[in-house]
């Protein structure tokens, strides 16, 4: 018997692929939840329980999208890593609070329900939460016809943690003399995607793209690094005063926010290395340094403000768990004619 056809799926809507997509991508987001998820897919609502014995659990959210960098992924037709990049927005921001990562939930919206294209995307992001640990306990799948151009679609997610309320890390914390660990970043994680569209001659014709070195691409997709592993186990032992996580802005935007207003952050060039793609970028822009510093993260994705009694150990404990860090620099007394971050020796481009 033929298919029967409704209204709503004559306005461009198709529950049956919808109702697909979740079963293609049910097995994936189950595999991420821990024994602190009650129920997940299926209810209204997805039920956490907190570990029992906290003193006093705070709760710490985050919510975040991928930005710009998704029109390369659908360029490319390349969408089991975009996930990672939407997981690690929000996780790592978690973790630069201190928070162990708990549970998250994801939105996807798309033009059309595609649902091999849609378990990609998800299988994606629970593929990363399962790494980040964190449990993809629920989320929304929504088809958008006549808002979204064909074949495109928008991510978000919404995520929480969970700390003892004594053990935050706080920019009160900081002292001078503590010392910067940066821990490194795998590219340009998901912010400056708007630039590096312009600077490469990509920004109105998505097919560019694909024109490119399979290097070049390969390295402007590299999804974002996920740092519960390097630092969670930092943050359990108190050996962290507090973190920042480099996003839009860079060092010298992010950095501040986890500081106090006394002191300021030296950073020594040439103390970590900045990746390939980097200085692609700013060969392909002429861009300079002010610009490169205030819109990539230039190979540091977390920087990480620690005793410096407790730095060589931290340093130590790293390398063990094959996390690369590197020692950027240390904390000290403000001075009125200097910025929050500041910077020592040769810088590798020019300011403007």
Known sequence: MAK???????AGVDIEAGNKAVELM????????????VSGLGGFGSVYALDAGMKEPVLISGTDGVGTKLLLAIAANRHNTIGQDLVGMVVNDILAQGAKPAFMLDYLAVDKMRPAVA?????????????????????????????YQPHHYDLAAFAVGVAEKSRLLQNENVQ?????IGLPSSGVHSNGYSLVRQVLGIHDDANAFNNLPDYLQEEILAPTKLYTNALWPLVEQGLVHSAAHITGGGLVENLPRALPKNVQAKISWGTWPILPIFKKLQEAGNL???DMLLTFNNGLGMVLTVPADKADAILDQLAERDEPAYRIGEIVPAEADREAVFFEGDAPWPAK
Do not use: F, R, W
């Open 4 to 10: 029967e056809h409704n209204a709503y799926e004559a």
């Open 26 to 37: 049910a097995d994936a987001v189950s595999a991420t939840y821990t024994p602190n998820v």
């Open 119 to 147: 378990a990609e995307i998800v299988t994606g992001i629970a593929k990363a939460a399962k790494e980040a640990q964190i449990a993809l306990v629920g989320g929304e799948s929504a088809e958008l016809p006549g808002l």
């Open 176 to 180: 001078v003399g503590d010392v910067l």
């Open 288 to 290: 300079s340094l002010d």
